[in-house]
Structure formats: C-alpha cells, structure tokens
C-alpha cells in the first residue's frame, strides 16, 4: 500500500512559477516510477502525463513541459517534486501523483490532486 499527497497547487500568472510536491508514504520501497499527470476542468479531456522519474533517477517529460518543468525528489523526506516555471494558461490542471509499484506488470497508486490554474 502506497499513500501519495499532493500539495503546493495554486493561483499563479502566466510566465510565473510554481512547485508541486507528492508526499509519499507506506511500502515507498516498492516504488519503481513515480510520475505528475493532469487532467484539465473540461469535458473530455483526459488525464495525462506530465513527466516521471523512475528509481533509478531518470525522468522524462512530454514535450510540451519540456525545458519549463523539472521533476526531483528528496529520498530523506519520501518526497517528489515538480517544478514548474514559465508556466502557461494551457497548464491550468488538477495534477496528480502516481505511483506504478507493479512486478509482473504496472500497478498504480493515485494521489487526491492538486488544483494548478494560471492565468494570462
């Protein structure tokens, strides 16, 4: 079992900044990637990933985000991050952590979210 707590969401204006953590808590061992995915307030539209950093240290990131947002972790605090800057209205999204902690295939954990609007 795997807790995920997402805060740090905001108000901000476009161009401006903001840090997202996950705090992260039970069997955080078997953690294999951790990643941000949004969803934007609209009908129809669906969740999806922001970026990730596997365990090993790697991320990636989709190609819209590239070069303005950075994922990091903190192992002391079971904390991951993402750092957003030059932020954009189209970033205006709930944003959640996922866990995928599966063996024989992915198994995820979802954090509850967390509200990002930018304004122009």
């Known amino acids: 079992q795997v807790e995920l707590v997402e805060s740090g969401g905001g108000l901000v204006q476009a161009g401006g900044s903001l840090r997202l953590s996950c705090a992260a808590s039970g069997s955080i061992d078997s953690i294999k990637v951790l990643g941000w995915y949004r969803q934007a307030q609209a009908p129809g539209k669906q969740r999806e990933l922001v970026?990730?950093?596997?365990?090993?240290?790697?991320?990636a990131y989709r190609d819209s985000v590239k070069g303005r947002f950075t994922i990091s972790r903190n192992n002391a605090k079971n904390t991951v991050y993402l750092q957003m800057n030059s932020l954009k209205p189209e970033d205006t999204a709930v944003y959640y952590c996922n866990a995928d902690v599966g063996v024989d295939g992915p198994f995820y954990y979802w954090g509850k979210g967390t509200l990002v609007t930018v304004s122009s």
């Open positions: 970026g990730l950093i596997h365990s090993d240290g790697n991320t």
